[in-house]
C-alpha cells in the first residue's frame, strides 16, 4: 500500500522550502507586504481603474511594496481579484496595481548557466492556470520574456488555486531546474504533482527555451493507488523513473526507467557521444 504518512511528510517539505501561490489569498496582502510583478510591461495605475493614467511600465519581476488596499473583490477582463496601491522598491514611485498581475513567487538564478541570472516568476493566468515567466535583464521590451503555460489542474473539488515555487542546483539534478509543486486537495482527486522545467539557451542575451524536463506525482484513492518517484544522478545527468500502481487487488506494479538529459529533458532513450546540455 502506498505510505500515507511518506505522501504528508512530501507535502509539507514543499511547503516548507518553496515559495506558496495562492489564486486569490484568502485575506487581502497585508501592508508592509513584499510582492512582485508577474507580467511584462504592466501599467502602474494612477488610481484603481484600468483607465486610470499610467504612471509608468514595470518589468517582469519587478519588487512592489503594498501601501493599501484600494477595492475589494472586483473583476478585471473576466478576473475577480483586489487593487492596491504599491510603491516600487528603490524608485520612490507610487500607484496602483490590480493583484492578478501580482506574485509572491520571484527567484534571480543562472538557469542557462551562462553567466547571467534570470528572473524567474510562478503566477496564475486568468483561466486558472500556472503559467512560469522568465525574463532575460540583457534584453530589452517585450523580446526579453518567455513564458510556459502549464495549463489548469483540476482537483476533487474543483480548479487548482495553490502551488509552490522551488528550484534544484546542478549538484542536485544535473543542471538548475525549477519546480512547480501542486499539491491536490485529497490525494483521490488530482493527487500531487511536481514538474521540473529546464530552461536553455545558445548564448549569453539570448533567450531560451522553457520546457518541462520531467515530471513526479503521487495518486491514490485506497486501495489504489500510482506514483512516480525520481531518483537524481546529477553527474551523470540522469534521473532513475520508479513507476508503481496498484489497482486493489493484489497486482502491484512496479517498472523502473533510466532517463538522461538531452535538450533540457530527460528522455528514456540515451542518446551517443557528448551530451548538448
Not at 532575460?136 to 487548482?160: C, K, N, R, Y
Not at 525549477?178 to 522545467?197: A, D, F, I
Not at 497486482?251 to 523502473?256: C, N, R, T
Request: aromatic letters at 6%; one cysteine or more.
Amino acid at each position: 500500500m502506498l505510505p500515507t504518512l511518506l505522501l504528508l511528510i512530501q507535502l509539507a517539505t514543499a511547503q516548507e522550502q518553496g515559495t506558496r501561490v495562492d489564486y486569490l489569498p484568502a485575506e487581502p496582502w497585508p501592508v508592509g507586504q513584499r510582492l512582485f510583478v508577474a507580467g511584462h510591461e504592466v501599467n502602474l495605475r494612477a488610481a484603481a481603474s484600468t483607465d486610470a493614467p499610467v504612471v509608468r511600465e514595470l518589468d517582469l519581476g519587478a519588487p512592489v511594496v503594498v501601501k493599501a488596499l484600494l477595492a475589494d473583490d472586483v473583476e478585471v477582463g473576466g478576473r475577480t481579484d483586489r487593487w492596491y496601491a504599491v510603491e516600487v522598491e528603490g524608485a520612490g514611485v507610487q500607484g496602483a496595481l490590480f493583484g492578478g498581475v501580482l506574485t509572491p513567487a520571484r527567484v534571480e538564478l543562472d538557469l542557462d548557466q551562462d553567466g547571467e541570472d534570470e528572473v524567474v516568476v510562478l503566477t496564475w493566468g486568468w483561466e486558472r492556470n500556472s503559467v512560469v515567466r522568465i525574463r532575460e535583464p540583457s534584453i530589452q521590451g517585450a523580446a526579453a520574456v518567455t513564458q510556459l503555460d502549464l495549463g489548469p489542474t483540476h482537483d476533487i473539488d474543483g480548479p487548482q488555486e495553490l502551488m509552490f515555487l522551488l528550484t534544484t542546483t546542478a549538484e542536485q539534478t544535473g543542471i538548475p531546474l525549477l519546480k512547480v509543486h501542486l499539491p491536490g486537495r485529497e490525494m483521490c482527486g488530482s493527487g500531487t504533482r511536481t514538474r521540473y522545467l529546464s530552461y536553455r539557451t545558445a548564448k549569453t542575451a539570448t533567450l531560451g527555451d522553457l520546457r518541462e524536463a520531467i515530471e513526479e506525482h503521487h495518486w491514490a484513492d485506497a486501495p489504489v493507488y500510482d506514483y512516480v518517484e525520481l531518483s537524481f544522478e546529477p553527474k551523470a545527468r540522469a534521473v532513475t523513473a520508479r513507476q508503481v500502481t496498484y489497482n486493489g487487488e493484489d497486482d502491484e506494479q512496479i517498472s523502473v526507467t533510466r532517463k538522461v538529459l538531452r535538450d533540457g529533458v530527460f528522455e528514456a532513450v540515451a542518446p551517443t557521444g557528448t551530451h548538448p546540455d
